[in-house]
């Protein structure tokens, strides 16, 4: 998902292309801010959303290099985590090694905590400094997981999220469309090629049936925010999910 503004301006999405591209401005080779980045201080927020094994940190990666070939000031950040603190609550929450059992509340308050720090420590200086955020995960995540997935409601914690983030709104975002089944088997190839990766997270790890859930709710935010959400296949290649994103945004 891409968040042009960040502070409740909407832009359009092409603003980011132009921003990019030199049309609008960026950062030269020299690292000189160039365009009308020095004008106009709001840049953008990228934020991605899907399911476990959707390529969100490969499409992450792939984008970050496509940006900065154009010119882009990027900075990759993901949630829970980013700030020193959320990179704690991320462990807490995430690390079955912890052995930590949480209330549906307690683990959505924690998920919440991380984002307050990850925009007042990292998002907000990196705007003012007119870079372009590339995030994974945000919001809708919350909504999906602990909104519909744990069953706390989609009103109540979409309400919650958007006091947590204020005025912190994106206006683009790419949900990685995948079926559950084909995502958790990526993440066992995954598994099977690297035997010293970490073991399946807590979420990870939930039933088939709440992954559907979360799915599904996914889908009915994109139906929710059809200007926001742009729904990509990610069954497909690498390459052509990069496309697709990129045929989006220029
Ligand atoms: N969570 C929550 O509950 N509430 C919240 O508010 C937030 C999060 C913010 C951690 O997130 C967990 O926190 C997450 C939701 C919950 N749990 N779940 N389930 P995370 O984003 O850190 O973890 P994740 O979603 O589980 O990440 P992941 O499993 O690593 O998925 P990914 O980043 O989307 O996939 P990937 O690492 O890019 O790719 C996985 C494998 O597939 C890898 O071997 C790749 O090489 C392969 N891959 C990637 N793209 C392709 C394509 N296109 N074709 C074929 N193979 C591919």
Redesign the pocket.
Same mark, same amino acid.
């Given at each position: 998902m891409f968040a042009v503004g960040g502070f409740g301006t909407a832009h359009s999405v092409g603003e980011i292309a132009d921003r990019c591209e030199g049309g609008g401005g960026g950062i030269d080779a020299a690292g000189e801010a160039r365009g009308n980045f020095l004008e106009e201080p709001a840049v953008a927020v990228g934020i991605?959303e899907?399911?476990?094994? $959707?390529?969100?940190? &490969?499409? @992450? $990666?792939n984008l970050r290099n496509e940006l900065i070939a154009r010119g882009c000031d990027v900075i990759v950040t !993901?949630?829970?985590?980013g700030s020193k603190l959320g990179d704690h609550i !991320?462990n807490c929450?995430?690390n079955p090694e912890f052995g930590i059992s949480f209330g549906s509340q307690a =683990?959505?308050l924690l998920?919440?905590a991380?984002?307050a720090q990850h925009i007042e420590e990292v998002i907000r200086p990196a705007l003012a400094k007119e870079k372009v955020v590339l995030c +994974? !995960?945000?919001?809708d995540? &919350?909504? $999906?997981?602990?909104g519909v997935?744990?069953g706390l409601g989609f009103e109540y914690v979409q309400q919650l999220?958007d006091l947590v983030s204020d005025d912190i709104v994106p206006d683009l975002t790419f949900f990685?469309d @995948?079926d559950p089944v084909l995502?958790q088997s #990526?993440?066992e !190839?995954?598994k099977e090629?690297d035997t010293t990766s970490r073991p399946l +997270? #807590?979420? =990870?790890a939930?039933k088939l049936e709440f992954?559907r859930k979360?799915h599904s709710a996914f889908h009915q935010l994109a139906r929710n925010h059809p200007k926001r959400i742009h729904v990509i296949d $990610?069954? #497909?290649? =690498? =390459? +052509?999910?990069l496309k697709q994103v990129l045929k989006v945004i220029y």
């Open positions: 991605l899907g399911g476990e094994g $959707a390529g969100k940190s &490969t499409l @992450i $990666a !993901r949630e829970p985590g !991320r929450l995430l =683990e959505l998920f919440l991380s984002r +994974d !995960r945000f919001n995540s &919350t909504v $999906a997981y602990q997935g744990r999220c990685l @995948i995502g #990526r993440i !190839r995954q090629k +997270d #807590r979420l =990870e939930e992954h979360v $990610a069954s #497909r290649s =690498e =390459e +052509d999910v």
